[in-house]
C-alpha cells in the first residue's frame, strides 16, 4: 500500500509541477520546497536538540502558537523547527521569531521522510489538529519519536473510520498521544483501538486570550472611528461583500465599517473600492499619505495583512466572513475575546465554536440580504443587546482556555 501511495504522491507532484505554470500560488508550493534540506542543514547542526512543530497552513500554525512559546520555555536548550505545508501559512509566517527554523515540508515520499527527520533528529514532534502523513509518521514510528496530536479533531466521515481505512488507521500508531478537542473525537479514536487520547480542548482560546495581554492601539483606527459605532468585517469573500456592500451603501451617516477582505489582490480591492457609494479610504493610501484626515471617511478597506486582530478591538459589532463559502466561516474567537457580538454567514456546523456561540446567543447567523439588515440593525440600536452578546462572546473564550496547560502538564510529568 505504501509503494501505491507514494506513486501518487509523485504523480500529484508533477501535476502541481505543471499547475505551477499558471499559478503564482502553486508556485510558491514548488519553488519553497526546494531548498528546504539546504535551509536545515545550515540551522540544525547534528549535535543540537530540536523540537518539531507541524502545521498544515496558517490557522493552524495560529493553534499551536500557544503550545510552542509554552514549549520554547519548558525547553530552551532546544531549538524550534516549524514546518508549513501550505504557502498561506508559510509565506506570512516564514519570518516569525518563535522558531529557529521556519520552512515548508516536503512532500511525503519515503526518502523525503528519511532525509527531513534525519536533518532535524527531534526530540518531540507535534503535528497540530491535523495532517497525517503516512511516510512521516512511519519514519517517526520508525525511530521511535515521540509524536503528539495537539487540538485534534475527528469526523466519523473520514478514512480512517471506514472499512478501507486500515491503511490510514496504521500510521495513526505512530502517535505516543492524541489531545483532541471534544468528546466525539475522544470515542471515534477508541473505537478503533486508540485509548492513548485526553479532551484538553482547544488551544486557539488560550491563543486568543493572551492577545488580551497585548498592545491592541493602532492609532490610524482610532482616528478614523472618531468615536462612532464601528462595524469591523473580517476575512470577507464577494458573497459576504456583495450583501454587506447592500447595506453599507444604505446605512446611517453615524455607522464605520472597517473591512478587511480575505483576499487582497489589487483588481479586488479595486472593485470592492468602487461598489461602495460611501467615502471609502484604502490602508494603501493611509500609508502612502500621512496627511488624510481619517476621521472624514466612511469606510475604511485594509488591503494588507497582520492587523486585522487589532482592529477587533475597536468594533462594536463584527461580521466574519466565509460563512456563504465552503467549508464555512472564519475564525470568530478574535472578535469574540474582545467581547465584540458577531455576525456570520449560515455555513458554520463545521466549527464547533461558531456553533456553540450562535447556540449561547452571542453569534447571529445570517442568510440573506434581511437577516443581515435585521440582525445589523438590531444590534446598532440596542445597545444593551450588543453588551449582552459580546459579554457572552468573552465569557464563552475565558471558560475554554487552559487546553495548553493540560498538553504540557502530560508531556512534562
Known amino acids: 500500500m505504501f509503494v501505491l501511495y507514494t506513486f501518487f504522491v509523485f504523480l ?32 540544525i547542526s547534528p549535535l543540537d536538540k530540536t523540537i518539531w512543530f507541524h502545521a498544515a497552513s496558517l490557522g493552524e500554525y495560529e493553534q499551536g502558537l500557544p503550545v510552542i512559546e509554552k514549549i520554547k520555555v519548558k525547553f530552551p536548550e532546544h531549538k524550534i523547527i516549524v514546518s508549513f505545508f501550505s504557502p498561506s501559512g508559510y509565506e506570512v509566517r516564514k519570518n516569525n521569531t518563535v522558531a529557529d527554523a521556519t520552512v515548508y515540508l516536503p512532500l511525503d515520499t519515503k526518502s523525503n521522510a528519511k532525509q527531513f527527520i534525519e536533518l532535524v533528529h527531534p526530540d518531540l514532534v507535534f503535528f ?50 492524541f489531545f483532541v478537542q471534544n468528546e466525539s473525537s475522544k470515542i471515534l479514536l477508541q473505537n478503533i483501538g486508540f485509548n492513548n487520547v485526553k479532551i484538553s480542548g482547544d488551544t486557539r482560546f488560550d491563543r486568543v486570550v493572551s492577545i488580551l495581554e497585548r498592545d491592541n492601539s493602532l492609532d490610524f483606527i482610532a482616528q478614523f472611528k472618531n468615536d462612532k459605532t464601528t462595524i469591523v468585517i473580517g476575512s470577507s469573500w464577494p458573497k459576504d461583500e456583495n450583501l454587506l456592500v447592500s447595506y453599507i451603501n444604505n446605512s446611517a451617516d453615524e455607522v464605520k465599517f472597517i473591512i478587511a477582505p480575505h483576499n487582497i489582490k489589487s483588481e479586488q480591492i479595486l472593485e470592492l473600492k468602487n461598489s461602495i457609494s460611501k467615502k471609502t479610504v484604502l490602508f494603501s493610501n493611509v500609508q502612502s499619505n500621512r496627511d488624510l484626515s481619517l476621521k472624514d471617511f466612511d469606510v475604511f478597506i485594509i488591503d494588507t495583512i497582520g492587523i ?62 434581511n437577516n443581515l439588515k435585521e440582525a445589523i440593525d438590531n444590534l446598532i440600536q440596542n445597545p444593551d443587546e450588543r453588551f449582552e452578546k459580546g459579554h457572552i462572546c468573552s465569557t464563552f473564550v475565558q471558560m475554554n482556555k487552559g487546553a495548553t496547560d493540560v498538553i504540557l502538564k502530560h508531556i512534562t510529568e
Open 308 to 369: 486585522l486582530t487589532k482592529i477587533y478591538s475597536y468594533a462594536e459589532i463584527a461580521y466574519v466572513g466565509g460563512g456563504f463559502g465552503n467549508p464555512g466561516v472564519h475564525n470568530i474567537l478574535e472578535p469574540a475575546t474582545f467581547g465584540v457580538p458577531i455576525v456570520i454567514g449560515p455555513n458554520y456546523s463545521h466549527f464547533a465554536e461558531a456553533t456553540a456561540l450562535v447556540n449561547l446567543g452571542g453569534c447571529i447567523s445570517i442568510s440573506n440580504q
Open 12 to 43: 500529484a507532484s508533477q501535476i502541481v509541477k505543471l499547475l505551477a505554470l499558471f499559478s503564482p500560488k502553486i508556485k510558491l508550493f514548488v519553488e519553497g520546497r526546494k531548498t528546504v534540506f539546504q535551509t536545515l542543514q545550515s540551522k
Open 128 to 177: 497540530i489538529k491535523y495532517e497525517y502523513w503516512p511516510n512521516y509518521l512511519s519514519e517517526l514510528k520508525r525511530q521511535n519519536i515521540k509524536t503528539y496530536l495537539i487540538s485534534g479533531i475527528f469526523r466519523e466521515k473520514q478514512a480512517f473510520f471506514k472499512w478501507y481505512g486500515g491503511f490510514y488507521r496504521n500510521a495513526l500508531q505512530a502517535f505516543d498521544y
